[in-house]
């Protein structure tokens, strides 16, 4: 079947240190795959994409990696902030008759100890 | 630019009430799509449109009508409220092409069914 989830639910790292946060997908067919962070009481919001073709993508203190041959995605974010405290969904795209369609995971909440 | 707005952002129905959850975006993204976040289970696609006049069913379409009459609203129906459609909703947008990946959500509506 086709899934999209996580490995961990909940991940507390200290400040400054860097996090990882781990996705498994199933479905070889997605051409993109990407992070959204959702901070509490608001709309998920995009982080990274990338592209099905791509070992390694990296944007402001994020860096995504993703490994086909296992099927594994993470998201590394570099000096955890207070503020990077959310929950991350990872996604995979798939585009369809009907237009680009997103299948989400169950989320990781990520918890910044000072 | 006020980006994706929702209404109402709280709402209460008794079991077998009717209701419309309103989107409406100001960036002429032609794709829309209603969403809903269920604890554990992340975001699951409701209904999606990919432009005026053309919807099409998500992974969970049964007991949601929508329609798409301008490029702007995208309005989600609950025709007879069951305990079961108790969620927080999300609305989202993107271009349909080119950044298809970075859906812009709303903020999201709350809804608790008795």
């Known amino acids: 079947g086709e899934s999209v989830g996580l490995h961990l639910p909940t991940l507390s790292v200290q400040e400054g240190d860097n996090s990882i946060i781990n996705c498994a997908y199933s479905?070889?067919?997605?051409?993109?795959f990407i992070w959204y962070k959702q901070e509490s009481g608001k709309g998920p919001q995009f982080i990274i994409d990338?592209?099905?073709?791509?070992d390694k993508r990296q944007g402001q203190r994020v860096t995504v990696l993703l490994n086909k041959t296992v099927k594994h995605l993470s998201l590394q974010i570099a000096a955890t902030q207070p503020g990077d405290s959310a929950v991350y969904f990872c996604a995979e795209r798939r585009v369809t008759g009907g237009g680009n369609k997103l299948t989400f995971g169950t989320g990781t909440q990520l918890k910044v100890e000072l | 630019n006020a980006g994706v707005t929702q209404t109402p952002k709280f709402q209460v129905l008794k079991t077998g009430q009717s209701m419309t959850l309103q989107c409406a975006q100001d960036m002429n993204h032609e794709y829309m799509s209603w969403y809903r976040q269920d604890p554990g289970m992340g975001l699951r696609l409701i209904h999606y449109?990919?432009?005026?006049?053309?919807?099409d069913q998500g992974e969970v379409p049964n007991g949601y009508n929508v329609s798409r009459s301008t490029t702007e609203d995208f309005p989600l129906r609950l025709l007879s409220a069951a305990p079961s459609q108790t969620s927080v909703y999300f609305c989202?947008?993107?271009?349909?092409?080119?950044?298809?990946?970075?859906?812009?959500f709303g903020a999201g509506s709350r809804l608790t069914v008795l």
């Open positions: 479905n070889s067919a997605s051409d993109y």
């Open positions: 989202a947008s993107s271009q349909r092409t080119g950044g298809a990946n970075v859906l812009t």
């Open positions: 449109s990919v432009g005026a006049g053309i919807t």
């Open positions: 990338i592209r099905s073709n791509m």
